[in-house]
């Protein structure tokens, strides 16, 4: 099992910046890759951000060049640096993590997810 906690959302003006932090606990040696998700209300969740266990990062279209994946194994936590944020950047941002069984026989392929945390952007 594996547990993850978000903080670092809140109220920010456009243009202005946010770091999101997720806390992993548990197997974390199970974890392959932290991904970053987002749904903004009335919409379906979208994956926008992932960082691999070997230093891997992808972006969605829509955050390139502006948000920044970071993972510190060691700690166990990852970050999601965002700047010039848009008001179409509001939703509420969750971390997932991708349990892989390559990593050890007690590791399962599923994926856990945290809380969320809200993220909103005012013009």
């Known amino acids: 099992q594996v547990q993850l906690v978000e903080s670092g959302g809140g109220l920010v003006q456009a243009g202005g910046s946010l770091r999101l932090s997720c806390v992993a606990s548990?197997?974390?040696?199970?974890?392959?890759?932290i991904n970053w998700y987002r749904q903004a209300p009335g919409k379906e969740r979208e994956l926008i951000a992932a960082?691999?266990?070997?230093?891997?990062?992808v972006y969605d279209g829509s955050v390139q060049g502006r948000f920044t994946t970071s993972r510190d194994t060691a700690k166990n936590i990852a970050y999601l640096q965002m700047t010039s944020l848009k008001p179409e950047d509001t939703a509420t941002y969750y971390c997932?993590?991708?349990?892989?069984?390559?990593?050890?026989?007690?590791?399962?392929?599923?994926?856990?997810w945290g809380q969320g945390t809200q993220v909103t952007v005012s013009p």
């Open positions: 997932n993590a991708d349990s892989d069984s390559d990593y050890g026989a007690h590791c399962p392929n599923v994926e856990y």
């Open positions: 548990g197997d974390t040696g199970c974890i392959e890759a």
């Open positions: 960082v691999t266990t070997a230093g891997r990062k």
